[in-house]
C-alpha cells in the first residue's frame, strides 16, 4: 500500500492531538454537551430530539384516529388541551383535522424518519464503524444539529399559533398552500412551515456532506468499500440522495414562498376565491408536484435505507450468519438510490401529467421493484440454517422484513398506472405507505436504538421489556394499517374528516373504530419503550464490551468512549464485517480487527494468501511501533 | 375531584408496575440465572412469531373472503372492468408471493432458533439463487406492467368524436357541471369574468356559451362515451367517481379530461345491488380545505342515450335563466343569442336595447 510511510505519523499524531483535545472539553459543560462537536454526543442529541417529535408526531395521529374512530364520541375532555380547535360539541374541528394530518405527516418524515433516524445512526455508527476518530468537520456537524435544533423549534412554534400550523396536507400543493384565503393554515402556519423546513435542508445537507466525506476520506488502513460493514453503504447512499435532492425541494419551497409573499405566479394561474379574481397566470400547480416528489420520492429512500442498512446488521449479527449477498445487497441498494431519482411521477398519474409521461414512469417504478424483492430474498436466506437470538433489536429487525413485505407489495398494484387511477389518494396507498415506509423505518430506527444502546449509553436496555413493546407495537401497527386496505379498496379517500356525506363511504365504521383502537394500543406501548430508554440510561445493567458477539469496530471501543473513541491506535480492519459461524473457527464471529494471520483453522484458501498482505501492509510495523512507545 | 382520583389512580397503577419491574429485575440479578431465562425467552419468541403467522393469515384470508361484498365496490364502466381484472390478476399473484415468503420467512425464524448446540451455516452467497430471485420478480413485473401500460393507454387516449362531453367544475366546496347544450360545443370561458352568477365566468361574446347549461347532478347516458372536462376555480380538487374507476385531479388554470363508458345506469345498479336508494356519487380526492369531505356531487345515470337527450332538453340554458347577462352580448349578436339561449319573446324588448357592459374584473 501507498501509505506504509505516512500512516504510522498520522496515526501518532492523532492520537497526540486526542489526548490535547481531549483535555481541553473536560469541564466545559457547553462544549461537552450542548455545542459538542462529538459525533457520538451529537448522535444522541439528533436522537432524543427525534424521540421526542415521534413522540408528538404519534399522539397526534392518535388525535385525528380519535374522529375517524369514534365519530361521535365527545372529546370536550381534552379541551384543556385543544382549547379553540375544538367545536362546541366536543368534535375536532375539520380544518385541525387537517392540521393534525399535515403536522403528523411532516413531523414523522422528516423530524422523525430523516432527522432522527439518518442523524442519529449515520451520526453515531459512522466513525465508530469504519475506525475514525470522529467526522470529517465536527464542527459542521454541529451546527447540523443546531439548524435541526432550531428548524424544530419554529415547526413545534406553529402548532400553537392561533391559526393553527399547516393544514394543506404534507406535500403542501399550491395553490392551498399558497393562499392565505383557502384555509387559516395557510397563513403564516405555513411561513412558518416553509421557514423550518429551509433550515431542515441546510441541516440535512451540512450532516450529509459529513457523512459523504467521512466515509471517502476517514476510513482507518484496511477498511476498504468492500469491507464496509452495510449500515456504512445504507448511511453513504442515503447522504448522496439527500444532498441531490433536497435542494430541489428548498428550490420549490423558495418559489412557493415567492409566490405567497412576493406576487410571483410560478404555481398560481386562473384562480378565483373569496370573492375576487387573482391577477395570477401562467403557472402550474403540476409544476410543484414535479419538484416536490423529485425530493419526495427519494425521500422514501432516505428515510427507508438506513433502516434496511441497520437491520442488515442486526439480522446478520444475531442470526450469527453472515448477510447473505453482500454485494447484492450493496447492489441493490446502489440501484435504488439510483433508480429513485426516476420514479418521482407516479404520485401524480392522475393529476393532470402527460399520460404519456405516465406509462414511462410506470416502466421505471417497477424496475425498482426488482432491487427491493432481492433484499427482502437475501434477508430470508439470511434466516436460513441460522442460530437466532431473538434480541430486541432483532425482532424489531424482523419486524421490519415483515413490513417492507406486506407494504412492499402493494407497491406493485400502486405503480401500475392503470390500476392507480382508483387506487390514487385512497386508504390503500395510506396503508402502502406506513407500512414500507413509516413502520418499517420506524422499526428499524428502534432495532437501532435497542442494538446501539449500550455503546450509546455503556449500559443494557430491559430485553423483556423490549419484548413486551416489540409485540405490542408489531401487532399493533399489523392492527392499524392492515384493514386500511379493505377500506381503500372499497374506495374511501384520505384526508377525509368523516365519510358520512357519501352512501359509498358509510360502511366500514367497525373497521375504522378497530384502527383507531389499535393506534392507541400502539402508541400507548411506546411509553413501555420510553420508560426502557430513561430507566435504562441510569439504572440498565452495565454493558459488556461487545455484548451481543459482534464483528464490527464499535464493539473495540471502551464501554464508554471518549472524544475519539479509541483510547490508543485506531484498530487496522482485515476482513469483511460478517465472519460470523465461520467453518473451524473457535467462536462463532470473527471481529473485522483480527488479522487472518491469527485465524489459521478457519481460512478459506483465498483468505491464506492475504496473510502476506498483512505482514506487508505496515500495520504490523505500527504496532511494533506503538510498543516501543 | 373526578379527574383528580383518575389521576391518582393512574399513577398508583404506574407506581405499582414500576416496582414489580424493579423487584423483577433485582430477583433475576440474585438468582444470576441469566444464560437460561434467554434461550427460555428466545422460544417463546419463536413460538410467538409462529402464532403471528398463522393467526395473521387465517385473519387476512377469513376477512377477504368473508367480508368480500363489503369491500368490493361493483364497477359500472367498460375501462373499470379492464383496471378491476388487473387488478385482480395483480392481487393473485402478489398474494400467492406475499404469503409464501411471509410463512417462509416465519417458519425460518421458528426452525433456526437459537441452540447451544448447533452452529449456524456459513452460507455467504450464491450466484444461482440470487440471479433466480431477480430474473423472476422481473419476468413476472414485466407481464403485470404490460398489461397495465395498454390498459392506461387506451384509457387515456383521445376521447372519440360523438363523445358526450360534459364540464365539471371544483371549487371550495361544491361541484358544478356544466353541459354545452345543443350545439355540442363548451363555450369559452374566462375566470376574471367570473361573479356571483355567472360562477363558470362564461364567456358570453363567444357563441357557443349562449347555449351552455349548467347542472347540480351529473347526468350521463348508459352506453356511450363521455369525455369529463374538468377544471377548478381555485384550489386543486379532484374528480372521483369510484364507481366508474375515474379520477382525475382538477387544476386551476388547465383542463384535464378523463373519458369512459357507462355500462350500468342508475336504475340497473339499483335492481344489481337491491337497494332501492342507491345513487351513485362523486367525490373530491384531492385535499382542498375545511370542507374537503363533503364534496359530494350527485350523480345519475340514464337508461338510453334517448332518456339523456330528452333530459338535455329538458334544461334552460344559463343565460335563459340569466337574461340580464344579454347585456354583455354586442348588440348585433343578441337575437342570435336569444334564439340559441331559447329565451321566450316577451322580455327580449328590452335586453335589445340596453348598452354593451361587459367588465373584466
Known sequence: ?????????????????????????????????????????????????????????????????????????????????????????????????????????????????????????????????????????????????????????????????????????????????????????????????????????????????????????????????????????????????????????????LLLIFDRSFGTSFYLSDIYIGGEALPNQGGSPILFQHLFWFLGHPEVYIVLLPALGITSEIIATNSRKPIFGYKAMVGSMLFIAILSFVVWAHHMFVTGMNPFLGSIFTLLTLIIAVPSAVKIFNYVTTLWKGNIRFTAAMLFSIGLVSFFLTGGITGIFLGNSAIDIQLHDTYFVVAHFHLVMGSASFFGMVAGVYHWFPKMFGRMMDEKLGYIHFWLTFIGVYLVFFPMHYIGIAGFPRRYYSWTNFETFSGFADLNMLVSAAAILTLSAQFIFLFNFIYSIFRGKAAPANPWNSTTLEWTTPRNPGHGNWPGEIPTVYRWPYDYSKPGAKEDFIPQHIPYSETPESNLPHENELIKLELNNGSITVENKDQKH | MLTLIIVLGVLLVLAILYFIFR????????????????????????????????????????????????????????????????????????????????????????????????????????????????????????????????????????????????????????????????????????????????????????????????????????????????????????????????????????????????????????????????????????????????????????????????WLKSQDAWLKQNPDYLKQIPAEKREAAIVKAGIPTDSQEAIMAAPVTVTLN
Open chain 1, 1 to 253: 500500500m501507498a501509505t506504509i510511510d505516512i500512516h504510522p505519523q498520522t496515526s501518532t499524531h492523532h492520537h497526540d492531538d486526542h489526548a490535547h483535545e481531549h483535555e481541553h472539553h473536560h469541564g466545559n459543560f457547553w462544549t461537552n454537551y450542548i455545542f459538542s462537536e462529538d459525533h457520538k454526543v451529537i448522535a444522541k442529541q439528533f436522537l432524543i430530539t427525534g424521540m421526542a417529535w415521534a413522540l408528538i408526531g404519534g399522539i397526534l395521529s392518535v388525535l385525528f384516529r380519535l374522529q375517524l374512530g369514534f365519530p361521535d364520541a365527545d372529546l370536550s375532555w381534552l379541551k384543556p388541551i385543544l382549547g379553540g380547535w375544538l367545536t362546541p360539541e366536543g368534535k375536532i374541528d375539520p380544518e385541525f383535522y387537517l392540521a393534525l394530518v399535515t403536522m403528523h405527516g411532516t413531523i414523522m418524515v422528516f423530524f422523525v424518519l430523516t432527522a432522527g433516524l439518518s442523524g442519529t445512526f449515520s451520526n453515531f455508527l459512522i466513525p465508530l464503524q469504519i475506525g475514525a476518530r470522529d467526522m470529517a468537520s465536527g464542527f459542521m456537524n454541529m451546527l447540523s444539529y443546531w439548524f435541526f435544533f432550531l428548524s424544530s423549534v419554529i415547526m413545534f412554534t406553529s402548532l400553537f399559533i392561533s391559526t393553527g400550523p399547516a393544514s394543506g396536507g404534507w406535500v403542501i400543493y399550491p395553490p392551498l398552500s399558497a393562499l392565505p384565503q383557502a384555509m387559516q393554515g395557510s397563513g403564516l402556519g405555513m411561513t412558518l412551515w416553509l421557514v423550518a423546513m429551509a433550515i431542515f435542508i441546510a441541516s440535512s445537507l451540512l450532516g450529509s456532506i459529513n457523512y459523504i466525506t467521512t466515509v471517502i476520506n476517514m476510513r482507518t488502513q484496511g477498511m476498504s468499500f468492500t469491507r464496509l460493514p452495510l449500515t456504512i453503504w445504507a448511511f453513504f447512499f442515503t447522504a448522496i440522495i439527500g444532498i441531490l435532492s433536497f435542494p430541489v425541494l428548498f428550490a420549490a419551497a
Open chain 2, 23 to 310: 423487584i423483577g429485575n433485582l430477583v433475576s440479578l440474585v438468582k444470576g440465572k441469566e444464560e437460561d431465562e434467554i434461550s427460555s425467552w428466545n422460544s417463546t419468541n419463536a413460538y410467538l412469531f409462529m402464532l403471528f403467522m398463522i393467526g395473521g393469515l387465517v385473519a387476512f384470508f377469513w376477512y377477504s373472503y368473508a367480508h368480500f361484498d363489503g369491500y368490493n365496490l361493483p364497477v359500472a364502466s367498460e375501462h373499470g372492468e379492464l383496471t378491476d381484472y388487473l387488478f385482480w390478476v395483480t392481487m393473485a399473484v402478489t398474494v400467492v408471493a406475499f404469503t409464501i415468503i411471509f410463512i417462509v420467512m416465519f417458519w425460518f425464524t421458528f426452525k433456526y432458533r437459537y441452540d447451544k448446540n448447533r452452529k449456524a451455516e456459513f452460507f455467504a452467497d450464491d450466484h444461482k439463487l440470487e440471479i433466480a430471485w431477480t430474473v423472476v420478480p422481473a419476468i413476472v413485473l414485466a407481464l403485470l406492467i404490460f398489461s397495465g401500460l395498454r390498459a392506461w393507454n387506451d384509457i387515456t387516449d383521445e376521447a372519440s368524436k360523438d363523445a358526450v362531453v360534459v364540464e365539471v367544475i371544483g371549487q371550495q366546496f361544491l361541484w358544478t357541471a356544466r353541459y354545452p347544450g345543443k350545439d355540442n360545443l363548451l363555450g369559452k370561458h374566462n375566470y376574471k369574468m367570473i361573479d356571483a352568477s355567472n360562477e363558470f365566468g362564461l364567456d358570453l361574446s363567444e357563441e357557443n356559451t349562449w347555449d351552455d347549461f349548467k347542472s347540480l347532478e351529473l347526468h350521463l347516458p348508459k352506453g356511450k362515451e363521455v369525455k369529463l372536462v374538468i377544471r377548478a376555480k381555485d384550489v386543486l380538487h379532484s374528480v372521483f367517481l369510484p364507481h366508474f374507476r375515474v379520477k382525475m385531479d382538477a387544476v386551476p388554470g388547465m383542463h384535464t379530461t378523463f373519458k369512459f363508458i357507462v355500462t350500468k345506469s342508475t336504475s340497473d345498479m339499483r335492481s344489481e345491488t337491491g337497494n332501492p336508494n342507491f345513487n351513485y356519487e362523486m367525490a373530491c380526492t384531492e385535499i382542498c380545505g375545511r370542507g374537503h369531505f363533503s364534496m359530494r356531487f350527485p350523480v345519475f345515470v340514464h337508461d338510453t342515450v334517448e332518456d339523456y337527450e330528452a
